[in-house]
């Protein structure tokens, strides 16, 4: 059974930064694309950026998000990350991580069958 969890999200200041994490079980994460997406209140969700399948050798952003995301995996411990620096109070929402997404040059999107984390919250005020 797949499983992804997200942690490490949390209210900072702006400017701030996090990084969230997504530990996946029951298959490696080198093995599908997967990446990140966010939910803000009232608003679609929308992708951010992924790794490819190929044991990640491949990194995309989708252009709106270049510059402050960056994605990293860990295939030892089968972790994905998100790091996010010099935070808005625009980027908060629910983070969520999924697994067995379209990769591609400005290209994130949850593939029919996607799998899914819980979700970690992301606040950014003063």
């Known amino acids: 059974q797949w499983q992804l969890v997200e942690s490490g999200g949390g209210s900072v200041q702006p400017g701030g930064s996090l990084r969230l994490s997504c530990k996946v079980t029951?298959?490696?994460?080198?093995?599908?694309?997967a990446g990140w997406f966010r939910q803000a209140p009232g608003k679609e969700r929308e992708g951010i950026t992924c790794?490819?399948?190929?044991?990640?050798?491949?990194?995309y952003y989708k252009d709106s998000m270049k510059g402050r995301f960056t994605i990293s995996i860990n295939n030892a411990r089968n972790t994905m990350y998100l790091q996010i620096d010099s935070l808005k109070p625009e980027d908060t929402a629910v983070y969520y991580c999924?697994?067995?997404?379209?990769?591609?040059?400005?290209?994130?999107?949850?593939?029919?069958?996607?799998?899914w984390g819980q979700g970690t919250q992301v606040t950014v005020s003063s």
């Open positions: 999924a697994a067995e997404v379209s990769c591609g040059p400005n290209l994130v999107l949850p593939g029919p069958f996607a799998s």
């Open positions: 029951g298959f490696s994460l080198g093995s599908y694309a």
């Open positions: 790794v490819s399948s190929d044991n990640g050798n491949n990194l």
